[in-house]
Each structure stands twice: as structure tokens, then as C-alpha cells.
T-cell receptor, first 115, second 113 residues
Framework: EAGVTQFPSHSVIEKGQTVTLRCDPI?????LYWYRRVMGKEIKFLLH????????ESGMPNNRFLAERTGGTYSTLKVQPAELEDSGVYFC?????????????FGSGTRLTVV | DQQVKQNSPSLSVQEGRISILNCDYT??????FLWYKKYPAEGPTFLIS?????DKNEDGRFTVFLNKSAKHLSLHIVPSQPGDSAVYFC????????????FGKGTKLSVKP
């Protein structure tokens, strides 16, 4: 089966601009997660979708971040306006319902650089 | 404040020897622990996990040990191979966390031929 696909793989934008990251989960995976790793730090949870519903968005840093999952398929994460501290690698992961954390499959990530 | 700590940013080991990666946690509510392996430009890949009702789980060359009283877990790789060179992340979760994994900062393992 195809893996979790994220694009773009890299994005360089100026402070104040808008960027939209996309994640295509594995087909049939109801759970979709967004995580972020700032350089040299831990990978941090952002939010969790179950199908199209936000199950947990406790990790979203502030209201400049907006995540959607239209029709329970792909998901987008929009940062508007971007700030320097938003730079990092954004990972998406998906899993089937009931598989537990071992069933997570991560995408390769989007490296976002805000200059 | 970090709830999952990997205090060694890097570790270098000779091929064929044992690699021991350590992880400490502070939240006593964590009841499930995982190790992920990450190569450059790729996402983390699940390696092995352990539930808090166990103190050891083994899968081939990989063994995870859990010491609940010390809030410490370790990953042993025996024998180490050059292909094991990667960043290893320790992660933890608690029942009811709805899929929110708490990760450490990672340890970069280099296995030298």
C-alpha cells in the first residue's frame, strides 16, 4: 500500500506569508495526526483527527495554525501569518482505528523554513 | 517541561557490539512506551514497544527494558549493524490520551564498521 504522503517536502517562506502543508494518509486510515519537530528538539504533538473530526487539538501552538480534514481524507495545515519560530519539520501520521500507536505510519515530513 | 528525556544526544558503537539507548520519563501516568527509528529525510518508523505491565519486550536484535520504579527505559540492540545508524526516539503515552504521543529529543546512533 502507498505510504503517508506529505507535500511539499520543503518550503521556504518569508515571515508574514501564508503556507499550507498537505498530508495524504494511507487509504482507510481514520486516524490522522500532525506533529512538529523544531530543530534539535523533541517531536511535538499538534492535533489528531478521527475521520473529519478534530479529536484533540491541544498541541496547536496558537490561532495562526489551522488544520482541516475535508471529507475525512487528506488534511491541510495552514500557517497564517508565519513567524520565524514556526520553522521546523512537520510530520503527519495515520493509523487504522483500534491499531494503537504501533500502527502509526509517519510521512517523510515537510521542512518549513521561515526567513 | 520535558516529560520524556533522552539525555544522550549521540552514541557511537562498533559494529557487532551492543548499543544501549536510554530514556527517562517523569509522568507516572504513562503506561505505554515506544521506540522509533528515523533516517535523514524520512519520517520516524516504529521499532518496538512495551506496555507498563511488562518489564521486557524482545524482537530480534532489539530489546526494550522498562523499570517503572525508576521511570526509565532502555533499548538494547545486539549485535549492532552499520544500518542501525539513525536517530532513535523514545515516546510515551497514557491511556485516554487520544493518540497523543510524547517524544524525547532523540539519540543519534552511529555504528562504525
Amino acid at each position: 500500500e502507498a505510504g503517508v504522503t506529505q507535500f511539499p517536502s520543503h518550503s521556504v517562506i518569508e515571515k508574514g506569508q501564508t503556507v499550507t502543508l498537505r498530508c495524504d494518509p494511507i487509504s482507510g486510515h481514520d486516524n490522522l495526526y500532525w506533529y512538529r519537530r523544531v530543530m534539535g528538539k523533541e517531536i511535538k504533538f499538534l492535533l489528531h483527527f478521527v475521520k473529519e473530526s478534530k479529536q484533540d487539538e491541544s498541541g496547536m501552538p496558537n490561532n495562526r495554525f489551522l488544520a482541516e480534514r475535508t471529507g475525512g481524507t487528506y488534511s491541510t495545515l495552514k500557517v497564517q501569518p508565519a513567524e520565524l519560530e514556526d520553522s521546523g519539520v512537520y510530520f503527519c501520521a495515520s493509523s487504522r482505528a483500534g491499531t494503537g500507536f504501533g500502527g502509526y505510519t509517519f510521512g517523510s515530513g515537510t521542512r518549513l523554513t521561515v526567513v | 517541561d520535558q516529560q520524556v528525556k533522552q539525555n544522550s544526544p549521540s552514541l557511537s558503537v562498533q559494529e557487532g557490539r551492543i548499543s544501549i539507548l536510554n530514556c527517562d520519563y517523569t509522568n507516572s501516568m504513562f503506561d505505554y512506551f515506544l521506540w522509533y527509528k528515523k533516517y535523514p529525510a524520512e519520517g520516524p518508523t516504529f521499532l518496538i514497544s512495551i506496555s507498563s505491565i511488562k518489564d521486557k519486550n524482545e524482537d530480534g536484535r532489539f530489546t526494550v527494558f522498562l523499570n517503572k520504579s525508576a521511570k526509565h527505559l532502555s533499548l538494547h540492540i545486539v549485535p549492532s549493524q552499520p544500518g542501525d545508524s539513525a536517530v532513535y526516539f523514545c515516546a510515551a503515552s497514557e491511556t485516554g490520551s487520544q493518540g497523543n504521543l510524547i517524544f524525547g529529543k532523540g539519540t543519534k546512533l552511529s555504528v562504525k564498521p
